[in-house]
């Protein structure tokens, strides 16, 4: 870097140069405050009055041929520095600094560099201003033909101050002339494009003050000091103008003019940029830069800034653009040094790589500047964290401006201290990919969706892992530790049950993992359930795994004790380590089979809200299955006896199902007495099919489906193949009579008979009203609501048979969930959630563009909680809803699958699944891309007013389908399928369903 070199010897050398040119008149010594005791001070004369006016001279306007780069790509370069001269003092030969100039030309222009500003002199003068070669040769002969020779702009940044301390030795004349004539023999001698003057600062010391106390005074020392300032740069300029019309001349500006102020007191304003520098050219220099452009002293314009970006008292843009709007009034071309020797230091503002480029950058923004130069030719060659790499990428077009202002953001892990049952620790986020980062001294490569993914395994205690990038450092602190099981149910005890009921048994363990249960002696495989688990982080190498076991017949009058439940697992982890663990849960007991039929005579339970979640009391699970229903507030059932399962006490009811304590009122012993059921009204409305009922009491129902079997899957046993139900049927409990004959629907109805019959199931009595469907397998689910007369309302939600027209409801997955909680979802190459919202987003459009009522749920800004996300559905009376959702699982797991809860809703999971894979299949080519329609109960699919679906378009861990996700023309392809699907799906229903009608009963 040029350091400042403020000289004193110029003001003696200028006031003997304005004596000479006869500037000032002799001036009689005067008093003047402020100067050193001993002083003696010169007064003014009186000026001279002429009688006669002198003819003006006119100067011809000189033409000058320059030329300057198109956009500069410049270094500074110093002779003894950046190429060798020398050899322990020794001057090396021609022909080795020849070779030495070669190579540095070399290591230049492989950066691409078109220019070279050479530093005249250093601790030495490195040149000569004999023309006629009679003193040794300069060095800077070696290098301005070489340089020129391959095409290079070559510019000579000449230090003023220097050559005035070497001619300090002279008469006041020969100063002057001397200092001209140098000048004039340097330009001549040196034939390049351009010399840039500097050094040409004063101060006031003792020489300074002797100076003007010797011929200058009366005019005001500073005033002086900025004169003589001023009269030697133009002496200097001139010099080369009228020796070479082809050399321009340049001037350095390594400090601001003055910084901005303004004095409220006395309104002066002073319009130097927005800095608080602590040295101004004007005020500590004695150079009033401003006015030497002004006035046409130089041609072009070299800024120097030491400040960064974001220095507090010289910002690199607030120095740059001022003097680029000084550039643009004088119609100069601007060129900017930039201090690169700093880059990746503590100084302000440059400890980022990425400083020099965004400099260059920012210095391109200004219309006036035509390049940039580097202060540095190490610093460009150490490269320091990549900056010139990075620089490089700028001037050949390949830097990725948008990622310049990206930093490295960690998604995974969210904190740098923790412990972790995983046995593998996933990191993901992104990062600027103009600039590499690094874990444990491996470089890590962002994937095409601008992020990256990858995974360590861990080993069992302290892991200490650090990733770099730019000049970020973050240093994980993981302690592994190894659980192999994670609580299990039923876990409280002792847990009495019915005989002959099914108890889930149920644990959280390492995916992977080999699970058991013991229960009476009997060994029961835990299967690791097929997708997601609500409450259970994606991201996470756990899994649930279950099992059932139906429990023995009770016996009459005595308990059986079947003893404790226990759970073994055992995990091998990727370095062969084995792990195992156990764990007790509750004692069963069976209840004993009473002596005589019970009577139920006791409390009744009142549900207190509509759409109440109900359970099967013939299990212990506490999952909702599609075939306990959920029923309206004010339903009646008796109480029989509490149990508690995890922690939650529910109540068993006389008609087998199992209900929350905190969803019922419990009310006085009343029976029921008689109810007869009867039919007051029944039609259509619109597309909805709907039957009134006259009951006495408000009485529990439930739904089944006729030719629609579950089958056992990982998740339970409510998997359906293929939804084909010819009936469904509403069973009722607690009625004693039926007043209602057969039902014929409308043609609008998806039902075309109905017709009542009882029968008796565990010595109750059910009554039944079966309604025969217009289409094997088009329903759409039910609602029901009774009235303060106790009257029962079923609203069945019609089919569509086109999408024009269809109210969807869809639910991009994941986002804000809790208050300000942002959920971002699996995390794999790329984040669930962006994939999520961006395929629901286009979803949206291709639905409305198709006709259809779509409401999409703002997940992106708004909570949604995420249990609540399908009854909010339910206020909009929906055909459809649809919670769009990317899966997870290892980095080979691929393809496309779609859950479902309720048997209807099957057949909307399948069409869509198996569109979407049609897509996978360009993605990953000819393989199973479609994983099909299953079930799971998840929050957003347990409703059984519509069908509603969960659809896992693809594996975020998968690479080739996660930069998929990510793909905007996929996303569409996505959403599209998506909406091919809900096309086929509504396409099945070959009848219209719109219409109000009267049914006959």
Known sequence: MIMKKPFSKIVGVLLSVFMTVGLFPAIPAIAEEGLPEGYTVIAPQAPINRDEELPVYVPEEPSYLYSFPDYMKGVFVTPGVDFAIKNDGVLLSDEEIAANVENLLDRITARGLNTLIVETSADEVYYSTDINNTVEKSVLEYIISPAKARGMFVYLNFQIDTLMSSLSGLTIDDRINKFAIDIRQFTVKYPCDGIIFDGYYASKDGVSVSDYLAGGSGIGFDNYLLDNNSYIFSLAAAAVHKTDNTI?????????????????????????????????????????????????????????????????????????????????????????????????????????PDELVKQVIAAEEIESCKGSAFTSLYALEDNELESTTVLEKHYSDSLDIEGLNSELEMTLPTSTNFKTEEPYQIFAGSFDPNFPIYYQGNEVVLNEAGRFYFRIDLEVGLNIIKLQSKAKTITYNITRTVTVLKGMSPSEGPLYVDGETTLSIDTIGYKGSSITASVNGKIIELNETDGQTEGLDPNSSYAKFQGYYTVPKGKIGEEINLGNVEIFGSYTSPNGTKFTAGLTGAQIIINAVPETAQAFDGSLLRIKSENTMTYRASTTSTNPTPDATRLPAGTLDYYVKSVTLDGTEYYVTNSGRRVKASAVDVLPNEPLGANPIGITSAGTRGTDTFITFSLSKAIPYNVSYNGADYVNGDNGSHYVKNFKATSVSIIFDYVTSISAGDINFPSTSEFTTGKFDTYELSGLKKTRLTLYLREDGVYCGISGSYDQNGNLTLNFNGSENSISGATIVIDPGHGYTEAESFDPGAIGHIKEQTANLAIAKYLEAYLKDAGANVIRLKTESERYVTKERASIARQYDPDIFISVHCNSAGSSAFGTEAYYFTPFSEPLARYVSASIATVLDDVNGSVKNDRGAKYNYFYVTQQQEFPSILVETAFVTNYNEAMALADDGYQRRFAKAIMNGVEQYFNRTSYSSYGDGTASF
């Not at 843009?317 to 040094?337: D, F, H, Q, R």
Request: net charge negative; aromatic share 12%; proline share 4%.
């Open 248 to 352: 321009p001349v340049g001037i350095a500006l390594e400090d601001v003019w003055e910084n901005y102020e303004s004095d409220e007191e006395t309104g002066n304003v002073v319009n130097g940029p927005a800095t608080s520098a602590g040295f101004e050219a004007l005020s500590n220099g004695y150079a009033d830069t401003l006015s030497y452009i002004k006035n046409g002293y130089a041609d072009f314009m070299l800024v120097k800034t030491d400040g960064a970006i974001g220095d507090s008292n010289e910002p690199f843009k607030a120095v740059t653009s001022w003097w680029g709007n000084v550039a643009a009034e004088s119609g100069l071309p601007m060129y900017i040094a930039h201090a690169n020797e700093k880059i990746c230091t503590d100084n302000e503002g440059w400890y980022s």
